[in-house]
């Protein structure tokens, strides 16, 4: 009966957003108060109803209901709990679930949110969130619903797909989710206010602290997924520059262009346009990122089960909401006041700079990745597009943005002073310059262009430091003085030089993989690999039996400079519950932030084993570097004029402290 | 019952939530008050700054000319006629209120209507394996044994448990297999080896194959024969053309038989047959021919209920429906004959030719065949 419920509560979900989409919009447009807040209970109440819903999903697939087709298609019995759990959201329909519940979540935040959003505002964008939430209700409903029943119930289900039993499953979807819903919320802001007509700092004000929200789960998600990929698929590879992976890409470096230039528009009333359309933007591609992945167009292990009219479904969907929102803009953003002018070198031009950087990035992942698509569908000619296009055309974009960063983060507002800026950032480049030099010294006739890499990453980590220490300490003298202004630092100042110094470490990880290392050979009990300082000794090949899998391990002992340093086991397992799938589970074993992977190959019949050894210098700071990046962003939106309304410092023509183009002690994000 | 009851209390309670804020009778419009309470906290901010020696008293005051301007905008933007509340408010409430009211309800029935099942209930695999072991659901106890074994192939006595199961329900060639397993992992027995030859001729439609009487003969060199291994021999030796030496094998068995063994009418038939006497039964070769009669025919009827119930669900070609036509009339039973027929009509509408050809079996079988 729970099911039912639950599936009764989940049609009730669609009737309550219904009254949420239509209702606040009226009452915005008669200024009727009673009416615009009829928005703020439906949003809470479409939240219950649907985490009521998942939560009974979640039952059915912890108890084994196999009455649910859901449940029979994806679970089964002798699976370990934690992965029934999961398989929840890992297929179709139950992630389209998690997908609505997180948007009703949101939803539900801003009618909550009383104190920090102007009431019109609120109306507005929980009316605008409601249509996405109908349209996603109306596609579960109809071509995914999770809460059908089968009768008879099959005796056992079909099990989840083998790769997806992992903890990865638990974190990556979970993640990534709030991350692209969440920019549906700074999509409803920003149609919100197109319909309003009312763009100001405010507005700007309004919408930063979710959109950093969205973009650190963002962060973490495809931070988290490429980690999973690496130890999950068995390649030792993070990131392939396939098209799922651009799919989460492209909304992130929108989001990303996004939190920078709602900055501008904050602190100086300036870019709303531009600020305006890159919300609808962001959204769309995470909109566009669900449609690719989820149609059948890409086949992945993300796309469960494919379904044309699934695929014609969220693509009208897409078609509505980019195209709907896109008319829109056309039509409301002439309207807009301009806000306030600025030289092109400042702050608010620097952040420009970094729009236009990753606008075109994006566009470059964004044609690199649908042109295959269309041309396949056009003409039929399959062509692949790889990491060559992507190196040749993302790395130029990224590099100068990434070189310019640190000259935009300690450059005043208005009106900078670029040679004053690099002089304060002296000490961060020859630190930099050094590292490359002593790293291509120490390395030499080794890869060229790592050490390049990695000065990089060290000039990024140092300048942001150097800002911030110089924010700091700047011209105070005593500890007293220097601990008061270290108080007196915004937290959004940190939270944006930890972001950036995040960056720099994972530049730095990306550039070590220059270094790693791959190593295949077939082994018998006793053999062994060396390369470098790093060896494996196969110990064991015997067979185990796990819940639902067999497996044959492969156990080897590390010795890295002759030292032992224990055991690591990589195993092939087969799923009997799934038509006996084969999986490779990756040995992995960490040595500060650099690891060894080992992973099994073929079985030869006399029993000696295929097997690849990768080592991988410095590999953990790619994933590192995101956590960092997350953890800034976190500290930014703990900053407390986000809590509470505080000055935008604007308009002093000088940097307050008076040192001539000197850093403020502003928040610099 | 108790789930419309539900339904109702989920109902009222969205729709109450919803009309709250339409019932109190607030007289504050829309307006960005919040943008004046922002404004003058950023003046109280600037204040605070000034006094901690954060800003210079220049600054303070450039900025606070600033945020002035803001906030004269802003309160410029804000409509003085909306403070009104009058006839028309109220009237607009009332149509939003009788919009709230039937779009919820008439959304979430209609919808759950059309794709919920009310009265079904939950069936949570522990529930239905916790049952008394008399009505257990076999197939959901069949599956745990199976996931069992392919974890653990070589637990024989799991595969002893599992092979009756497998012959019960007609899988024969799972049955070899799984009495071949309980052979390999328990020891080869006489006993088991005989299985394996008897679930062998069962999956050959009752014909003693080449591996089936490997099997038998293999269990010989085990030990004694049991009747069921003398009894295949024979019928081996009968399908070699050696009929009249299958006979005295099958009379010399009866012989031995014990007073209660419950297979010497089986065997005494079967003689009956070889021997002329009783015409071999229409299905032929078919392992059912090997039951004893009453069996047979519960046997058969289940089989022709199978393929009932499996074209009722899944539909199927005109020949079988022609075959469960043909056999509910053989079996006497001329309802269910007519019913098949009728559904056959219904199943083939868009079939003309393998309609007209289920409906001769029907005629050739004795049934009326409406026109």
Redo the contacts between chains.
């Keep these: 009966?729970?099911?039912?419920?639950a599936?009764?509560?989940l049609?009730?979900a669609?009737?309550?957003s219904?009254?949420q989409m239509?209702?606040p919009v009226?009452?915005?447009r008669?200024?009727?108060?009673?009416?615009?807040?009829?928005g703020?209970?439906?949003a809470?109440?479409v939240f219950v109803?649907l985490l009521f819903a998942f939560g009974v999903l979640m039952y059915?697939y912890a108890?084994?209901?196999?009455?649910v087709q859901n449940v029979a298609e994806n679970s089964?019995?002798?699976k370990p709990m934690i992965y029934k759990l999961t398989g929840t959201w890992g297929n179709h329909e139950g992630s389209m679930l998690l997908w609505v519940l997180i948007m009703a979540l949101f939803g539900a935040l801003v009618a909550l949110a009383r104190t920090s959003?102007?009431?019109?505002l609120r109306?507005g964008t929980l009316a605008a969130q409601a249509s996405v939430t109908v349209a996603f209700l109306l596609f579960i409903?109809f071509t995914s619903?999770p809460?059908?029943?089968l009768?008879p119930?099959?005796?056992?289900g079909n099990d989840l797909n083998p790769l997806l039993q992992d903890l990865g499953l638990a974190i990556h979807p979970p993640l990534l989710y709030v991350g692209y819903v969440g920019f549906s919320i700074t999509y409803a802001f920003a149609i919100a206010a197109l319909i309003d007509g009312?763009i100001?700092?405010?507005w700007a004000?309004a919408v930063r602290p979710w959109t950093l929200v969205a973009w650190i789960f963002l962060t973490l998600g495809i931070s988290m997924g490429s980690y999973w990929a690496y130890y999950e698929l068995g390649w030792g590879g993070r990131w392939l520059w396939d098209p799922v992976a651009n799919a989460s890409l492209m909304p992130w470096l929108a989001g990303t262009a996004l939190i920078h230039s709602t900055i501008v528009m904050e602190k100086r009333?300036s870019l709303k346009v531009w600020t305006i359309l890159l919300a609808i933007l962001t959204f769309s591609l995470s909109l566009l990122g669900t449609f690719l992945v989820r149609s059948g167009v890409l086949t992945s292990v993300h796309t469960f089960a494919t379904d044309p009219s699934r695929g014609l479904f969220i693509l009208i969907i897409l078609m509505l909401f980019i195209g709907g929102s896109l008319a829109l803009f056309a039509w409301r953003a002439p309207m807009l006041r301009q806000g306030g002018l600025f030289a092109p070198v400042s702050r608010e031009g620097a952040l420009v700079i970094n729009n236009l950087f990753l606008a075109a990035a994006c566009a470059t992942v964004f044609i690199g990745t649908l042109y295959p698509l269309a041309l396949e569908g056009l003409t039929g000619a399959k062509i692949s597009v790889g990491p060559p296009f992507f190196n040749a055309t993302f790395l130029p974009l990224l590099i100068p943005l990434l070189l310019l960063l640190p000259f935009g983060q300690s450059m005043a507002w208005k009106r900078g002073d670029l040679l004053g800026t690099a002089q304060r950032l002296g000490v961060a480049i020859g630190i930099g310059i050094l590292a490359t030099v002593g790293i291509f010294a120490a390395t030499y006739g080794g890869p060229v262009a790592a050490p390049l890499g990695i000065g990089l990453g060290v000039f990024l980590i140092a300048s942001a430091l150097w800002d911030l220490g110089e924010r700091i300490i700047g011209r105070a003298s005593g500890a007293r003085a220097i601990w008061s202004r270290a108080v007196?630092l915004p937290r959004s100042a940190y939270g944006s030089a930890l972001a950036h110094a995040g960056v720099g470490v994972t530049v730095i990880g990306i550039a070590a993989t220059a270094w790693a290392t791959e190593d295949i050979a077939v082994m018998k009990p006793g053999d062994r690999m060396t390369n470098g300082g790093t060896a494996i000794v196969l110990q064991q090949v015997f067979p185990r039996?796990?819940?639902?899998?067999?497996e044959l391990v492969g156990r080897f002992r590390i010795e890295i400079d002759g030292k032992e340093r224990g055991d690591i086991e990589s195993t092939k397992r087969t799923f009997?519950?799934r038509n006996n799938m084969q999986t490779t589970e990756a040995g992995i074993r960490t040595f500060g932030v650099s690891q060894v992977y080992v992973s099994l190959g073929e079985i030869q019949p006399d029993g000696s084993v295929g097997v690849r050894m990768y080592t991988k210098p410095l590999m953990l700071l790619i994933w590192i570097g995101s956590l960092i990046m997350g953890l800034g962003g976190a500290l930014s939106i703990t900053d407390r004029r986000f809590r509470?309304?505080?000055?935008?410092?604007?308009?002093?023509?000088k940097g307050?402290q008076?040192s001539a183009g000197g850093p403020t002690?502003q928040p610099a994000e | 019952m108790l789930i419309w009851i539900i339904f109702a209390a989920i109902t009222g309670a969205c729709v109450i939530a919803v009309l709250w804020p339409l019932g109190r009778q607030s007289p504050r419009p829309v307006v960005s008050a919040d943008a004046r309470a922002m404004y003058e906290a950023q003046l109280h901010d600037i204040a605070r700054d000034l006094d901690r020696g954060v800003i210079s008293s220049a600054d303070a005051e450039l900025a606070r000319a600033e945020v002035a301007r803001r906030l004269i905008r802003a309160a410029r933007e804000i409509d003085p006629a909306s403070d009104v509340i009058n006839e028309v408010t109220y009237r607009r409430r009332r149509a939003a209120s009788a919009i709230i009211l039937s779009t919820i309800p008439l959304v979430a029935l209609s919808l759950y209507g059309a794709k919920g099942s009310p009265q079904m209930p939950a069936k949570p695999l522990a529930a239905r394996l916790s049952t008394d072991p008399a009505n257990i659901d076999l197939a959901v106890a069949l599956s745990r044994v199976e996931t069992h074994l392919q974890l653990n192939p070589t637990d024989g006595r799991g595969w002893e448990i599992l092979a009756p199961i497998y012959l019960r329900t007609g899988r024969y060639d799972d049955a070899a297999r799984a009495y071949a397993n309980a052979a390999i992992h328990l020891g080869s027995t006489m006993e088991r080896l005989v299985d394996v030859g008897e679930a062998r001729v069962l999956a050959a439609s009752g014909v003693v194959t080449a591996d089936a009487r490997a099997a038998f003969v293999e269990a010989g060199k085990l030990g004694p024969l049991n009747p069921k291994g003398v009894y295949y021999l024979a019928i081996a030796r009968d399908q070699d053309g050696d009929r009249a030496g299958a006979i005295a094998d099958l009379k010399a068995l009866l012989a031995s038989a014990p007073p209660d063994a419950g297979w010497s009418e089986m065997v005494s038939e079967r003689i009956a047959v070889l021997e002329g006497k009783t015409p071999t039964p229409p299905t032929g070769a078919d392992a059912v021919a090997t039951l004893p009669p009453a069996e047979r025919m519960t046997a058969i009827r289940g089989m022709v209920d199978g393929l009932a119930a499996r074209l009722a669900a899944q539909g199927g070609s005109a020949e079988e429906w022609g075959r469960l036509v043909r056999a509910r009339a053989v079996l006497g039973d001329k309802a269910a004959a007519q019913d098949a027929l009728l559904r056959a009509r219904i199943a083939l509408a868009a079939d003309p030719a393998g309609r007209a050809s289920v409906e001769t079996i029907a005629r050739d079988s004795g049934l009326e065949v409406a026109p």
Excluded: C, Q, Y
Excluded at chain 1, 117 to 120: E, N
């Design positions: 009966m729970l099911v039912e419920i599936h009764f509560a049609a009730m669609l009737g309550l219904l009254v239509i209702i009226w009452g915005v008669r200024n009727d108060i009673a009416l615009a807040r009829v703020e209970p439906a809470i109440g109803l059915a108890v084994s209901d196999f009455s089964h019995s002798a959003l102007p009431d019109r109306a409903l619903n809460f059908n029943r009768d119930a099959p005796p056992e009312r100001d700092a405010v004000r009333d007196g039996t796990g819940p639902n899998f067999r009997i519950t509470v309304a505080a000055p935008a410092k604007a308009r002093s023509p307050p008076g002690p």
